[in-house]
Nanobody, 123 residues
Framework: EVQLVESGGGLVQAGGSLRLSCAAS????????IGWFRQAPGKEREGVSC????????FLSHVGKGRFTVSSDIAKNTVYLQMNSLKPEDTAVYYC????????????????WGQGTQVTVSS
């Protein structure tokens, strides 16, 4: 059974940090790219970052440049999203999703999805 399980969300004050984890199982992790997405209430889901486990290529969208870092631990089948200098507008449910590389922005083409983890940033 394919599973993507996000964790690490929570409530943090503006300027704080969180590290989200996405633990994968049930598919060949090394062959996939893992993307991070977020969806705030009343807004469309948007891409945050992506890392290709096949070659280590990373991508950060404008929402996280300069503040977020994506990394992958192949041995643990886990991808991390380190989020620093958080802002209230970062409040959203954060999802990870898997796709055969390369990383792309078309959300509908991601094959597997996690259930999401809530991130709330207070001002």
């Amino acid at each position: 059974e394919v599973q993507l399980v996000e964790s690490g969300g929570g409530l943090v004050q503006a300027g704080g940090s969180l590290r989200l984890s996405c633990a994968a199982s049930g598919f060949t992790f090394d062959d996939y790219a893992i993307g991070w997405f977020r969806q705030a209430p009343g807004k469309e889901r948007e891409g945050v970052s992506c890392i290709s486990n096949s070659d280590g290529t990373t991508f950060l969208s404008h929402v996280g440049k300069g503040r977020f870092t994506v990394s992958s631990d192949i041995a643990k089948n886990t991808v991390y999203l380190q989020m620093n200098s958080l802002k209230p507008e970062d409040t959203a449910v954060y999802y990870c999703a898997a796709i055969i590389p390369p990383c792309i922005s078309t959300i509908g083409l991601y094959e597997y999805w996690g259930q999401g983890t809530q991130v709330t940033v207070s001002s």
